[in-house]
């Protein structure tokens, strides 16, 4: 899988949309970083590698692509296909090689020095990736115990709280699916719990809205109709009908020289389980609703985790997933989005 956009009749023509920066903060242990690991050293190259072949070497090669933020897979293989070659000629590119799609002695010098030894686990793909969503973040807890407990992996109440029973009913879920038992939700386990559940309505998780105590000075195409008010100045984003927000949050926007556009538009796509893949890297961006392009209004965790240290690609970005899921749901194709 490339991508969690669900089946239909855009999701092959939306695989790899998005806009985020990505900071990992939640990997491997729930609460700790990852240990940093030592960059390779160049070494001989056993073979050129080259479209089309198939090779326990292609698989390390993709790790290693992975590594460098060129190739945005979580899980290789043995084939050098299309992706890898294109993953390789970009490589190349940006790193003044003849962008052949080969890997001959002199990409893989400069390759290895930008990635790390695999693991057993990275070539097997059954490494404990970083999390789908921070268990933090309640309103994702939530939704991810209800799911469980939609598969009986779950006995106890939707509260949100990341307890020794959430953490079982996860690492049960993994060994269920064939993974490696660990309390951690990263994607590769979260695509494989989507598919075989169903996504909780915001109604069945909370019983209020989400608390709003937050103003914003809306623009004045902010007073008619139901309309996402973003104020890029203020650092915010309302939902509005009518003239009245429902509801003010504080957003985050592009890093400089990523800047979208102002103006009026209209939500063109919605998907709650996008996962960015156009910078090299799997980025998620839960409850992404596009409003421009491949601009979109959704959850960041590197929003929550590092505040406005990072920045989007473009996108408008919210800090709490339980607000997220609430705009999502309040929302339809058609409507407006006003950024000023």
């Given amino acids: ?7 239909g009749p855009l999701a092959a023509a939306l695989v790899g949309l998005g806009c985020l920066l990505t900071h990992p903060a939640w990997a491997g242990s729930p609460h700790e970083a990852p240990t940093p690991r030592p960059f390779s050293q160049p070494a001989p190259l056993a073979q050129e ?4 072949m198939q090779s326990p070497l292609v698989r390390e ?3 290693r692509l992975r590594h460098a933020k060129y190739l945005a897979l979580y899980d290789v293989d043995d084939r050098y296909g299309l992706q890898t070659r294109e993953a390789v000629r970009k490589f190349q590119k940006d790193h003044g090689l003849r962008p052949t799609g080969i890997v001959d002695q002199a990409t893989w010098d400069r390759l290895l020095p930008r990635s790390h030894q695999p693991t057993a686990a990275e070539l097997n793909n059954t490494d404990v990736g970083p999390w789908f969503t921070g268990p933090g973040q309640v309103g994702y807890m939530k939704e991810l115990q209800h799911r469980l407990k939609q598969l009986g992996h779950y006995q ?5 709280r990341y307890d020794a029973a959430t953490q079982r009913a996860i690492s049960g879920f993994r060994t269920a699916v064939g993974l490696p038992a660990s309390p951690v939700m990263d994607e590769r386990t979260w695509a494989r719990l989507i598919t075989k559940t169903r996504n909780p ?4 998780l909370f019983d ?7 103003t914003q000075e809306l623009d004045p195409r902010c007073a008619t109709g139901r309309v996402v008010c973003i104020s890029w100045a203020q650092k915010k984003m309302s939902l509005v009908v009518d003239g009245r927000p429902l509801f003010t949050r504080v957003a985050r926007f592009a890093r400089p020289g990523w800047e979208s556009e102002r103006g009026e538009f209209r939500i063109w796509y919605m998907n709650s389980d996008t996962v960015s893949t156009i910078f090299g890297e799997r980025t998620p961006m839960p409850y992404a609703i596009f409003y421009d392009k491949n601009v979109a209004i959704h959850y ?3 929003f929550d985790q590092v505040g406005y240290e990072g920045g989007s690609h473009g996108c408008s ?9 609430w705009l999502y749901e309040q929302v339809k194709v058609g409507d407006r989005v006003v950024v000023y």
């Fill in 1 to 7: 899988m490339l991508s969690l956009l669900r089946p």
């Fill in 49 to 52: 590698l080259r479209h089309k």
């Fill in 61 to 63: 090669l993709q790790v």
């Fill in 156 to 160: 106890g109440s939707v509260d949100g």
């Fill in 201 to 204: 309505r915001y109604a069945q």
């Fill in 208 to 214: 209020q809205p989400p608390a709003s105590t937050l």
């Fill in 300 to 302: 960041s965790d590197d």
């Fill in 317 to 325: 970005q919210l800090n709490d997933y339980q607000t997220a899921k």
